[in-house]
């Protein structure tokens, strides 16, 4: 379930305990439409009921324009007066039913994970460039943006549907760049196919972690100290681009040893010193140089080691 959906049910089954009514009492939602990055609907008691942007709901009950997000708005504002998250900090959901126009607003706001700045600074640490993508509205964007303390240089963009994301990421590759695209949703789904490496937070949509070449699985307590152990999926993004380089890294110091290996190895076992030094390689001498040169590469590879210092070996 997304978490703003999850949200939003927890609210709901709140305001219905607190008027002591019964769960059982609501309304059945049937013929329920999905409209990726824009909202959804089901007919609930014969009626067509909305739930999404406020420009979406407009256009979808044929609202006034600019009726939705005021009505947003308020409850925005609504949400700072009473002690919730900041207004610009919110994301606005419009409820709209067909032949009554918009009829309520719904302010939600993403808590930042705990260490995700420190996170994301990991990142920045590692010479990457970071950008934010989202659906949310930009003034939302920009206050996690802020939160997370990154500079105004950086990229932080909102209001962006599916195709939006994906389009951005391939505009990146087109510039040369390589993308990684992290993301937890369904919308998130045509980038992360489109990246160079996409990698999806485990609890996310099931459909996401099919489209990602990698997964992440999230928080863990597995007794490390650093921000990967605190900042979630973006701090275990950091210990996977961290460790394929550590990877690449060992990957072309083999190839390396191994060809310089077999240059002195295989003239030698050739006989090219014999006439000159008289030095030759008898078949038994020859075939222990080569297991030697596995045994140096199985070595070398078991010195890889993990994000936060432990070795590959000893790691659980």
């Known amino acids: 379930t997304h978490p703003l959906a999850a949200a939003v049910e927890e609210a709901a089954a709140a305001a219905v305990a607190a008027a002591g009514e019964s769960r059982n009492t609501l309304p059945r939602a049937d013929d329920a439409e999905t409209s990726p990055g824009r909202?959804?609907?089901?007919?609930?008691?014969?009626?067509?009921?909305?739930?999404g942007s406020p420009e979406w709901v407009e256009s979808q009950v044929g609202a006034p324009a600019g009726s939705a997000a005021a009505l947003g708005a308020t409850a925005a504002n609504n949400s700072a007066a009473t002690g919730g998250p900041a207004a610009a900090a919110c994301s606005?959901?419009?409820?709209?039913?067909?032949?009554?126009?918009?009829?309520?607003?719904?302010?939600?706001?993403?808590?930042?994970?705990?260490g995700a700045a420190e996170a994301v600074r990991r990142l920045v640490d590692m010479g990457l460039k970071v950008v934010i993508l989202s659906g949310d509205r930009q003034a939302a964007v920009d206050a996690v943006a802020q939160e997370l303390g990154l500079r105004s240089n950086v990229v932080a963009k909102g209001g962006l549907l599916p195709a939006d994301k994906e389009a951005f990421v391939k505009g990146l590759q087109e510039g040369g760049a390589k993308v990684a695209m992290v993301g937890d949703g369904i919308n998130d789904a045509?980038?992360?196919?489109?990246?160079?490496?996409?990698?999806?937070?485990?609890?996310?949509?099931?459909?996401?972690?099919?489209?990602?070449?990698?997964?992440?699985?999230?928080?863990?307590?597995?007794g490390k100290s650093g921000a990967a152990a605190i900042g979630g999926g973006v701090g275990q993004a950091a210990d996977a681009i961290?460790?394929?380089?550590s990877a690449l890294s060992k990957i072309r110091?083999?190839?390396?040893?191994?060809?310089?290996?077999n240059l002195v190895g295989i003239p030698v076992a050739a006989g090219v010193l014999l006439p000159e030094y008289g030095i030759s390689l008898n078949p038994a001498a020859a075939g222990a140089m080569m297991a030697l040169s596995s045994v140096a590469v199985v070595t070398n590879s078991l010195l890889l080691k993990v994000p936060g210092g432990v070795e590959r070996a000893g790691a659980p």
């Open 39 to 51: 909202g959804a609907s089901a007919v609930v008691e014969g009626k067509r009921v909305y739930v």
């Open 92 to 114: 606005l959901v419009v409820v709209g039913i067909e032949g009554e126009g918009v009829v309520g607003a719904i302010a939600l706001a993403d808590k930042v994970r705990p």
């Open 190 to 222: 045509p980038a992360l196919v489109a990246a160079d490496v996409g990698m999806a937070v485990s609890g996310g949509m099931e459909a996401t972690a099919q489209a990602a070449g990698v997964v992440l699985l999230g928080d863990k307590d597995d």
């Open 242 to 245: 961290e460790l394929g380089r």
């Open 253 to 261: 110091q083999n190839l390396g040893w191994a060809l310089a290996y």
